[in-house]
């Protein structure tokens, strides 16, 4: 029996820590256990799974995880917050709590070396500010790494979703679109967090699929990167300085079957992979 934290739990660990929630590494922290247990549902946790989660903070969505029977590897970049975890895991999480292990880190400069075991998910409450360069980077560094559900703000929720022709595609979209699909799942009310943010929330769902072939990510993500720098532009103009010029920009369109004078908001990844080849 896993004992999950409620307000009162969450407030009384950030008062023995003196932790006091900063705007900086985006503190929310989740004080509702009927939300965790939905988010560690729709992750479609089973036991035995090795979830990664990024900053567990004071551990309400840790002890959700173990509840499930996961086997929980923890990245926080915190260090009193990642040394209190286990201790918080041992006091009410009795009979899992050697299933959690604790990195401390920055889950932006983890590699798999890193690691004490192979996640083969990602479950966490994601810092606004970094969502996607986290999820992008997992992604890229850690090949086990088949699903996620990541609970961010609903703005970068619908960047991340979005498909071609939504005026909030762009980069995100494409980027994480190469690795597979994913999806919004659900919202999540402010006051489930504390401190209660001032923006919503909401849950992605993605999943690794099969990237397309006969070209490296690298280059198919510099493509991207130029194309969205200038919005308003067409790719013949925005892809002008990735190209060398605005005529061979041209060029590489026309020879990768796209008109030039459309907007890269209106290419879906394999579009942008023909481009890339060319």
Known sequence: MVELLGPAEIRG??????????????????????TVRRIVELAGVKPGDVVLEVGPGLGSLTLG?????????????????????????????????????VVGADALRISAADLPAEPVS?????PYNVAVPVVLHLLAELPSLL??????????ADRMAAGPGSRIYGVPSVKLAWYGPARKVGAVPRSVFWPVPNVDSSLVAFERGTPPEGVDRKRLFEVVDAAFSQRRKTLRAALAGWAGSADRAGELLVA???????????????????????
Do not use: W, Y
């Not at 990602?122 to 994601?126: E, R, S, T």
């Not at 699903?147 to 703005?155: F, I, L, W």
């Not at 079957?257 to 060319?278: C, M, N, S, W, Y």
């Open 65 to 101: 995880l173990l509840d499930a029977g996961a086997h929980v590897v923890a990245v926080e970049i915190d260090p009193k917050l990642a040394a209190r975890l286990p201790r918080t895991a041992a006091e009410r999480a009795v009979s899992v709590a050697d299933q959690l292990s």
């Open 147 to 156: 699903r996620g559900m990541v609970m961010v703000q609903t703005e970068v």
């Open 13 to 34: 660990l950030a008062e023995e820590l003196d932790v006091r929630p900063t705007k900086k590494l985006g503190q929310n922290f989740v004080h509702d256990p009927n």
């Open 256 to 278: 990768a079957g796209i008109d030039p004078k459309t907007r890269g908001e209106q290419l879906d990844v394999h579009d942008f992979v023909r481009l890339a080849q060319a």
């Open 122 to 126: 990602l479950v966490a409450n994601l």
